[in-house]
């Protein structure tokens, strides 16, 4: 199963982005999901995480500026991204797994940060 994220796109230095990304029922009651993103020449890292029951967790270069959150009733998971700098410039992905996520991912979405 392939999870397709949306929602990003060219935003000004210390603007707000909100991505989304619905997932299949059957995995979204199950499996932690999360966010990750993979900057120009880097490696995909996991940003932020979501488990069944709500428990979040967030990487150093995300916390305290992006919020994961979670909606049964749509089965989607968002990641409000807020103060965005050039360092958030990356293709943002979502799957499932959390530390470990599914091999096969979807097609990300861009998010550039630029004046």
């Known amino acids: 199963v392939q999870l397709q994220a949306s929602g990003g796109g060219l935003v000004q230095p210390g603007g707000s982005l909100r991505l989304s990304c619905t997932a299949p029922?059957?995995?979204?009651?199950?499996?932690?999901m999360g966010w990750y993103h993979q900057a120009p020449g880097k490696q995909r890292e996991l940003v932020a995480s979501i488990t069944t029951g709500g428990m979040t967790t967030y990487g150093e270069s995300v916390k305290g500026r992006s919020t994961i959150s979670r909606d049964v009733s749509k089965s989607t998971i968002d990641l409000q991204m807020n103060n965005l700098t050039s360092e958030d410039t990356a293709v943002y992905y979502c799957?499932?797994?959390?530390?470990?996520?599914?091999?096969?991912w979807g097609q990300g979405t861009l998010v550039t940060v630029s004046s």
């Open positions: 029922g059957h995995i979204f009651s199950v499996f932690v």
């Open positions: 799957n499932a797994g959390g530390t470990s996520p599914f091999e096969r």
